[in-house]
């Protein structure tokens, strides 16, 4: 029997291996060489004005706290209006800092409903984290219109939203700080990394030093044409969370392929949708969406998932509403609760043909209620 995955990464192994092989050649696998060319293909791609390659997107969500903190001076315990409906690097990226996460609820997208966040604002609030749940822009921008009415920061969780887009612009602009994931099955899958974009260029600097130990000069800077400058000054204490050259390297050849498989992941959740017919209920996205996951709502969801086990399909679940862990247990909101507990991701990545999506498709109207 043929075995489905939920998310299964897709390399172009020839091209990946030859950018490999130009970093080997010359001796240069870490930070710098590929790092900066992928930094630079990445800001003429999204046309944000500044990119920095990082070890993970879990990594850029703690700079994003870490900064925003210090340059607008709050203090612990401040808080930071979030969703409960995402993965825990969100949610920890603001304990890392000691401040408070405040949950709002979503809606039927799974993203923030603006209504909720409204209610959740305090003369305590310092910023929105906006989670793009499988590259949906929904309420990207009323949440924005009320973070400006409110002069609160904008961070954006847009680790599944490359190659999403509100009105042809790429996601990250009109935010504080973005932040991209390039883990193994995201849409630009490398083997784990991600990029922090800020809007401001002081920032994107603090972000860069923050994320190299606090060395004001990483190894690249200091080589020139063979000449290493060995001399640096350690200006603050930082973290090791600088991305490598052979990571970047895999991220080249991705973006220059992220259209072509997005237009794919978009043609293979239309097939889904068109095989349904309207009988199974499924997560709605907005126009320009990266199409990263696709999900339905079961009411019989274990049901369905042994079902399908013992067809070969292996689905998946995104996400656990995080107040139902011990360490953010606290009075679950309404959709957020109703979603975390019939949510269901089907298969979707580029392995897969059509003949696979009808199958797939067959096997969920015979049992989902």
Not at 88 to 112: M, Q
Not at 133 to 145: E, R
Request: charged residues 25%; contains cysteine.
């Amino acid at each position: 029997m043929k075995k489905i995955q939920v998310l299964k990464p897709y390399y172009r192994t020839d091209e990946c291996l030859q950018q490999i092989k130009e970093c080997l050649d010359i001796g240069w696998t870490g930070m710098g060489f590929k790092t900066v060319e992928f930094e630079e293909k990445w800001k003429e791609y999204t046309r944000l004005p500044h990119a920095h390659f990082l070890n993970s997107a879990t990594a850029g969500l703690h700079l994003a706290v870490k900064v925003l903190k210090e340059d607008n001076l709050w203090h612990d315990d401040d808080e930071i209006i979030t969703t409960p409906f995402t993965f825990v690097s969100t949610n920890h990226a603001i304990k890392y800092e000691d401040l408070t996460p405040v949950f709002a609820d979503i809606d039927d997208s799974l993203n923030l409903n603006p209504d909720s966040v409204k209610d959740k604002i305090t003369s305590r609030t310092r910023a929105i984290m906006f989670v793009g749940i499988g590259g949906n822009t929904a309420n990207l921008m009323n949440i924005i219109k009320l973070a400006k009415e409110n002069n609160l920061k904008i961070i954006l969780d847009a680790s599944h939203m490359t190659g999403s887009r509100i009105e042809n612009r790429h996601v990250g602009f009109d935010v504080d700080v973005s932040i991209f994931s390039f883990q193994a099955v995201k849409n630009l899958p490398t083997a784990d990394s991600g990029m922090i974009c800020f809007s401001n260029k002081e920032l994107d600097q603090k972000a860069r030093c923050l994320s190299w130990l606090g060395i004001d000069k990483d190894t690249f800077q200091r080589s020139n044409q063979g000449t290493y400058k060995w001399d640096y000054d350690v200006a603050r204490v930082g973290y090791k969370y600088h991305g490598n050259s052979i990571m970047a390297a895999l991220g080249l050849v991705g973006l220059k392929y992220v259209e072509e498989d997005n237009v794919y992941r978009n043609k293979l959740t239309e097939r889904y949708i068109l095989n349904f017919d309207n009988k199974i209920r499924y997560i709605r996205h907005k126009e320009g969406s990266s199409r990263h996951i696709f999900q339905i709502v079961a009411e019989n969801r274990d049901e369905v998932i042994e079902f399908l086990y013992n067809n070969g399909i292996y689905p998946g679940v995104h996400y656990k509403d995080n107040m139902q862990y011990k360490m953010y247990h606290g009075d679950l909101l309404e959709n957020s609760q109703y979603f975390s507990k019939r949510v269901l991701s089907l298969p979707l990545h580029l392995n897969l043909a059509l003949d696979d999506i009808d199958y797939i498709s067959s096997k969920i109207l015979e049992i989902v209620k």
